[in-house]
């Protein structure tokens, strides 16, 4: 039965998976880019490494206050330094922009005359040479002239990166978006999961388990300590995205299994819509009975305010305290453990969160052992098949890059060859996203560039589309195997909605054969 998660990449690749999968990353993005251009605020720099710092002392909460503070105090002072550069103390952003234009273009225009005064005295120099020596003092013109040029082309790079450098520092200290900086420290903890698995470093210091432990614990819990409010907002509209597309991915994938047969997007997402709120609730429901118990016991920790008696009272019935503990650990594990095998449930069975609850609980607690070997072949599979796919990515890149650079030979403004600067490619950036350096491009320029970073960007979001895509397959996968195992039921058991695809008529049936004549009895 185990090879059914090896099915997983082929049905995860699906186009009706991949596209429902990048619809959701396209979403949850424009949400969340939304939401930190409406709220107020924002994050200091580097304000997450600065939290992850801060774990390792003696006083976390304390260290961070104070690390923060003082990242923002240099944020503040390093964007009025700008202000003021700029001649303008109250102004806006945009007075700092055009400040550091004009300083770019004096740097470069005096790097051009100096380069012309150095060309015009070497002219004069080779005039004025006897005529015997005018070959030579040619010769050393032409070199000089060179040295010359490689130094105004190296004074006008230096000028342009210290320009550009200057103008991501002074975004980042006018404010990053929550969103943004939760998002690429994510992205990037994602990114140490997949090369560790890939170097097999499993146990151990930035060990795959680490990294996976630090995946769940730095970013989230920063934002829930830190920013509740805003990822609050942020948590129910990502989980009603992820509800209707994530739901929709497993109910292709539940019929894809279980019949061998494909449902249309329309199907899947009418599916996912009429039990959206099942999808939706299943997760929360554990999080409030953990809640409302939590209440009720710190309710109950009231009596020890009442002198002399209140003490006395909560020691006598403080058992009732650690059941209520116990209670919390069970749904808190219940949900970490079952969580993968919730929208499976619903998509499998076609029933409500609360099936979709109490099935996860029942496997897990049933065969924890065996859900957790399942779960470990799933990640590495799908490990390696994200590491083949960005392989593949990462070469069709590099390839059209090449070619379609090949022939360009204009350079830009800053002297770098044109391309380059259009779409650094993936040799250069070592990722495939990246962020263009529109400060240092024209218009046309910039808007040419924006383009090709559309384009990029939407072939990187199908590498994330298949992450998603697998993470539900897996999951469905998991769940045949799981409800095989504890509840003996078949494979092939699949709960088909009204309006569906009739898909018996697809499946060999038997004709029934008539009863044979029943024999006259002996005698």
Not at 336 to 361: C, H, K, Q, W
Request: charged share 20%.
């Amino acid at each position: 039965p185990i090879t059914m998660i090896f099915r997983c990449f082929r049905i995860a690749v699906h186009p009706s998976k991949l596209i429902l999968a990048a619809m959701a990353m396209l979403l949850i993005y424009l949400g969340g880019t939304v939401l930190d251009k409406i709220w107020p605020g924002g994050v200091v720099p580097g304000e997450l490494a600065l939290y992850a710092a801060a774990r390792e002392t003696i006083d976390p909460a304390r260290s961070f206050a104070q690390a923060r503070e003082e990242a923002r105090k240099e944020a503040v002072a390093r964007y009025q330094r700008l202000l003021e550069e700029a001649g303008n103390r109250d102004g806006s952003f945009r007075d700092i922009r055009n400040s550091l234009r004009k300083r770019r273009d004096e740097a470069v225009k005096a790097a051009i005359e100096r380069y012309q005064a150095t060309a015009r005295q070497l002219e004069e120099q080779t005039a004025e040479a006897p005529e015997d020596k005018k070959a030579e003092a040619r010769a050393r013109r032409d070199e000089q002239l060179r040295e010359a040029a490689q130094q105004r082309d190296a004074q006008i790079k230096a000028a342009y990166a210290s320009a550009s450098q200057d103008y991501r520092r002074a975004r980042e200290a006018r404010g990053i978006g929550r969103f943004e900086h939760f998002i690429a420290q994510q992205v990037g903890q994602l990114n140490a999961i997949i090369a560790t698995i890939r170097e097999g470093r499993w146990l151990g210091r930035h060990g795959v388990i680490e990294k996976i432990v630090a995946f769940f614990t730095i970013g989230p819990v920063w934002a829930i300590r830190h920013h509740p409010v805003f990822f609050t907002v942020f948590f129910l509209m990502f989980l009603s995205i992820w509800a209707i597309f994530g739901g929709a991915i497993s109910r292709i994938a539940a019929v894809h299994i279980a019949r061998d047969e494909k449902i249309s997007i329309r199907q899947a997402l009418r599916f996912s819509t009429s039990k959206f709120l099942s999808f939706f609730s299943a997760p929360i429901i554990p999080l409030l009975i953990v809640v409302a118990v939590g209440l009720l016991v710190a309710v109950g920790g009231l009596i020890t305010n009442i002198p002399f008696i209140g003490p006395i009272v909560v020691g006598v019935f403080f058992f009732l305290a650690l059941i209520a503990g116990f209670v919390m650990t069970l749904v808190i594990l219940g949900l970490v453990g079952g969580f993968n095998l919730m929208y499976p449930t619903i998509a499998v069975e076609g029933s409500d969160s609360f099936d979709a609850i109490s099935r996860s609980f029942s496997y897990l607690y049933a065969r924890p052992w065996r859900l957790a070997f399942y779960t470990a072949i799933a990640v590495v599979y799908g490990a390696l098949c994200y590491t083949f796919i960005r392989y593949f990515l990462d070469l069709m890149l590099m390839l059209t890059h090449f070619f379609s650079g090949l022939l360009v030979f204009v350079r830009s403004s800053s002297g770098d060859p044109l391309w380059n600067m259009l779409w650094p490619g993936p040799v250069l950036t070592q990722r495939l996203a990246y962020t263009p350096d529109y400060f240092s491009l024209g218009l046309g320029e910039s808007i040419g560039s924006f383009f090709l970073w559309v384009w990029v960007h939407l072939l990187a979001t199908l590498l994330g589309g298949f992450a998603i895509s697998f993470y539900f397959v897996a999951g469905t996968v998991i769940y045949y195997l799981m409800r095989k195992e504890v509840d003996a039921t078949e494979y092939d058991d699949v709960s088909l909605e009204q309006g569906e695809e009739d898909f018996s008529e697809a499946l060999p049936t038997a004709t029934p054969q008539p009863a044979p004549a029943a024999s006259a009895p002996a005698g």
